[in-house]
């Protein structure tokens, strides 16, 4: 098992231009997420799905959109990066079932700067 | 707001010490898990501890909750230099999303 791969894992991007970070999992989870982490700090959610063709927002997803056409996959756009989006960005996946979310598993993360 | 806060941000002890982090929240939650990031890297999970249970093991981990106090403990026994880390508290507010603490950076000292 591969677990859970993240491409890339370092991008720097000029402001205004966009991009995707790609995520995937090999472990038949339901659910995916997205988060940032900033400096000295912890995770902030940005968008999650519970199942393929499902997604919803998280806590800071404005700048973002994802989409998740299967399981395995849940790739995060961004529309027009600007240097706020500097950060490092981790993709997850975990079992969810009756409402109750399991052990997150964590890719090794995409650092990204924003000039 | 963070639902997860965590104390004390910054904790150095030698190594051989007891480790002990302390995490708080402010709602009800369905469970409280627990995470390691070494520096630079993904988290790791460590400890998943539900709403009904108030103490678990793993090796020389020992996690507790208080759900009266809406509070939580991680202790790290026989502390090793590869305990060295940053540790985060999450919580499963039963509305599909963890929420994460801002952490605790353990050193352990030689």
């Known amino acids: 098992n591969a677990g859970v791969t993240q491409t890339p894992k370092f991008q720097v991007l000029k402001t205004g231009q966009s991009m995707t970070l790609q995520c995937a999992q090999d472990m038949n989870h339901e659910y995916m997420s997205w988060y940032r982490q900033d400096p000295g700090m912890g995770l902030r959610l940005i968008h999650y799905?519970?199942?393929?063709?499902i997604t919803d927002q998280g806590e800071v997803p404005n700048g973002y959109n994802v989409s998740r056409s299967t399981t395995e996959d849940f790739p995060l756009r961004l529309l027009s990066a600007a240097p706020s989006q500097t950060s490092v960005y981790f993709c997850a996946s975990s079992y969810w079932g009756a409402g109750v979310l399991y052990e997150q598993y964590f890719g090794p993360g995409t650092r990204l700067t924003v000039t | 707001s963070q639902q997860g806060e965590e104390d004390p941000q910054a904790l150095s002890i030698q190594e051989g010490e007891n480790a002990t982090m302390n995490c708080s929240y402010k709602?009800?939650?369905?469970?409280l898990q627990w995470y390691r990031q070494n520096s630079g890297r993904g988290l790791v999970h460590l400890i998943l501890i539900r709403s009904n249970e108030r103490e678990k093991h793993s090796g020389r981990l020992r996690v507790t909750l208080d759900t009266s106090k809406k509070s939580s403990s991680l202790l790290i026994t026989a502390s090793r230099a590869a305990d060295t880390a940053s540790y985060f508290c999450?919580?499963?507010?039963?509305?599909?999303?963890?929420?994460f603490g801002q952490g605790t950076r353990l050193t352990i000292n030689p």
């Open positions: 709602t009800s939650i369905n469970n």
């Open positions: 799905s519970v199942g393929a063709g």
């Open positions: 999450a919580t499963d507010l039963g509305a599909q999303k963890l929420v």
